[in-house]
C-alpha cells in the first residue's frame, strides 16, 4: 500500500515537472550587439521597440528641466536595447523564476535580477550631467519576493521620483514605469 502511494507521487511529481517544463522557453533576440564604443546595436529596430525607447526618452526628460536630450536619448535606447544582449549572453529561458532555477542550481551563468541590475549599471551608468542611477530593491531579504532594478533620476532627485529599468520581469524585454507607478513592487533605495 506504502508502495503504491509512493508511485502515484512520483508520478504526479514527473507530470508536474513535465507541465511546468513544457510552459517554459528559450528566449533570443537575433541582430543584436555592441559596436567598438560599446553600444548596443540592432541590424533593425522594430516598431515596437522605437515606440517603448522614444516613450522612455519622453518618461526621463520629465524627470526635470534640466535633464540633457542626448543624455535622456542614450539611456533610453540602451535601456530597452541592452537587455536583449544580455538576454543572450545569459542564455535567457522564460518565466524568469524558472530561469533563476537554472541559475541557482548552475545550469546558466547569470540572469538574477540582481545580475541584470548590475550588468545594466555597467553598461548604462556612464559619466552624465544630468542624470544619476540607483539600485533598487523591493522586498528585501524575502527570499521569495525580494527583487532588485536599475532606477534612474534627474541629479539630486529623489529616489521615490525616479524611473524603474527592469528588463528581469519580462525576461529580456524591458519594462519601465515610475516607482510610483508600479503596484508590484514597494520600491527602496538599496543600502547596505
Excluded at 59 to 87: C, D, H, M, W
Excluded at 96 to 118: A, D, F, I
Excluded at 158 to 167: H, M, Q, R, V, Y
Amino acid at each position: 500500500m506504502i508502495n503504491l502511494h509512493i508511485k502515484k507521487i512520483t508520478a504526479m511529481g514527473l507530470v508536474f515537472n513535465l507541465l511546468i517544463l513544457s510552459a517554459c522557453s528559450s528566449v533570443g533576440f537575433k541582430d543584436v550587439g555592441l559596436n567598438k564604443q560599446g553600444n548596443t546595436v540592432v541590424s533593425a529596430i522594430n516598431a515596437t521597440d522605437n515606440t517603448k525607447i522614444e516613450n522612455l526618452y519622453q518618461a526621463i526628460l520629465s524627470l526635470g528641466p534640466n535633464i540633457k536630450p542626448s543624455e535622456a536619448q542614450f539611456v533610453a535606447r540602451e535601456a530597452v536595447l541592452y537587455p536583449k544582449v544580455l538576454a543572450n549572453r545569459y542564455q535567457l529561458t522564460s518565466p524568469p523564476l524558472y530561469h533563476n532555477v537554472l541559475v541557482n542550481y548552475g545550469y546558466r551563468p547569470r540572469g538574477l535580477c540582481y545580475q541584470w541590475t548590475r550588468d545594466m549599471g555597467l553598461q548604462i551608468n556612464r559619466p552624465m550631467k544630468s542624470l544619476q542611477f540607483h539600485h533598487g530593491v523591493a522586498f528585501r531579504r524575502d527570499y521569495w519576493r525580494e527583487h532588485s532594478t536599475l532606477v534612474v533620476t534627474a541629479k539630486g532627485q529623489a529616489f521615490n521620483e525616479g524611473i524603474i529599468l527592469d528588463p528581469w520581469r519580462h525576461s529580456g524585454t524591458l519594462f519601465w514605469s515610475r516607482i510610483k507607478d508600479d503596484k508590484k513592487y514597494p520600491w527602496v533605495k538599496f543600502t547596505n
